[in-house]
């Protein structure tokens, strides 16, 4: 009887210290200026479904409530419902919970979290337009992939995919800002924008996207609770509109990520091709590799001011060949008798991304985007990231390095039961 009180007491003081430690630690994110919505996992509806709900700022009219569904039987009509049961909990985290993106086998079912187009346009979470920035947040474990952790990004359906062969819902992309796990390289943090909810540089896919130079490992979901506890990372991007600038974090940290010769890369090239076609509508006449119907809108020329550094690649009596760095670019560059005859762009600097634009702001409800968590609508249907999420925030500023650094020392794990 004695031994029983005293577990009975244990588990109650481990309890309440648990509960302590996740309130300090939600304090932390929610004291930080410009917080739109905060998903602890923890947080829910107090009647019906028990909806997880956001940690909002005091006045707000929404706080979020998340739907279950799988975009799979919405768009192809394939497929089961998707419910809550089909996240599992871990009863641990960074705020003392998380949920689980299953790497699901099914083809037809691709289960998100989200919050539907009708509930947030035009809310504080709808962050878009002129002189916007904003930030995103998301505490995980990766298990697998490099797709979508978070954000306002429905990819679209109208992409010409084998997949899409039997589609019911066709719908043009509605991007705005969204964080993921990688993409063209996997593992780090990915900051990616539109300007326009649709491609870039006349590729389907839309380019204007950052990767942090550190990567996060793969953990195996399964993994026992000491090694999960040690294995959270700090995933955010942020785009500051003051600077123009897209960058991505890991655990607080964005480093220098800078891609050699883009002109070969798969996706990258076409932000090549939008750079010479820029530079060459700047110069008088056609030059050889213009194409003079390109987009203007599309051409992509980061400013170059004084070089950073030159650097003499070779020179001969007549002709001297520079290479010249910029903050976003270097350029080759062959100058005869001191006037530059021709360049070349041959590393591109992939973070922070240059982004001139605004945000992608829709016309209405209904040619938005809804705000997902875990996956995003997309033509491809991949599986995605898979993995564990303890927590996503969402601020309508750029965040500085000292605040994330801040907000990255909070991925160690609370338990919230013994």
């Known amino acids: 009887m004695i031994r029983l009180l005293f577990l009975t007491l244990s588990a109650a003081a481990f309890t309440h210290a648990a509960e302590q430690a996740t309130a300090s630690r939600v304090a932390e994110v929610t004291s930080v200026p410009g917080l739109v919505a905060f998903w602890d996992f923890v947080k829910r509806e107090p009647a019906g479904v028990h909806r997880f709900t956001a940690h909002v700022p005091a006045g707000a009219k929404t706080d979020y409530p998340l739907d279950a569904a799988n975009y799979v039987k919405d768009y192809w009509g394939a497929g ?79 992409l010409k995919e084998k997949s899409t062969t039997t589609i019911a819902k066709v719908e043009r992309g509605q991007r705005q ?25 006349l590729n389907k896919y839309a380019l204007h996207k950052s990767n942090s130079a550190g990567l996060s490992p793969e953990v195996p979901a399964d993994s026992s ?59 008088p006449g056609k030059q050889e590799g213009e194409d003079e119907a390109f987009p203007k809108d599309q051409y992509y020329n980061p400013p170059e ?54 945000l992608y702001t829709p016309k209405d409800a209904q040619s938005g985007g809804p705000f997902t968590i875990g996956r995003v609508i997309h033509s491809s249907r991949s599986v995605g990231f898979t993995g564990w999420i303890g927590g996503v925030a969402v601020f309508d500023r750029a965040l500085s390095a000292e605040e994330l650094g801040e907000l990255a020392a909070l991925r160690t794990a609370v338990v919230s039961s013994p």
């Open 80 to 158: 089961r419902e998707a419910t809550y049961a089909d996240f599992p909990l871990l009863g641990r985290g960074p705020f003392g919970q998380a949920i689980q993106i299953v790497k699901e086998s099914d083809p037809d079912f691709r289960p998100f979290l989200f919050v539907p187009r009708a509930r947030l346009h035009d809310t504080p979470l709808d962050i878009k337009g002129t002189g916007k920035s904003v930030t995103v947040v998301v505490w995980a474990i990766r298990e697998s992939g490099n797709h979508a952790l978070a954000g306002i990004w429905h990819e679209g359906t109208d």
């Open 225 to 283: 609770h000491e090694v999960l506890d040690a294995s959270w990372q700090c995933f955010a991007m942020t785009f500051d509109h003051e600077k123009d600038e897209l960058t991505g974090w890991l655990d607080g940290i964005s480093g220098d990520r800078w891609l050699d010769n883009p002109k070969k890369d798969k996706l990258i090239s076409f932000a090549y091709n939008a750079y010479m076609q820029g530079h060459y509508a700047k110069l």
């Open 177 to 201: 800002y969204a964080l993921f796990a990688g993409l063209n390289k996997q593992g780090s943090a990915c900051g990616h924008v539109s300007e326009n909810g649709a491609s870039s540089f």
């Open 305 to 358: 001011g004084e070089p950073l550094s030159v650097k003499v690649l070779r020179e001969s009596a007549d002709e001297r060949i520079e290479l010249r760095e910029h903050r976003f670019t270097k350029i080759e560059v062959t100058l005869r008798g001191g006037k530059e005859v021709a360049r070349d762009l041959v590393a591109l600097r992939l973070n922070p991304w240059w982004y001139p634009h605004d």
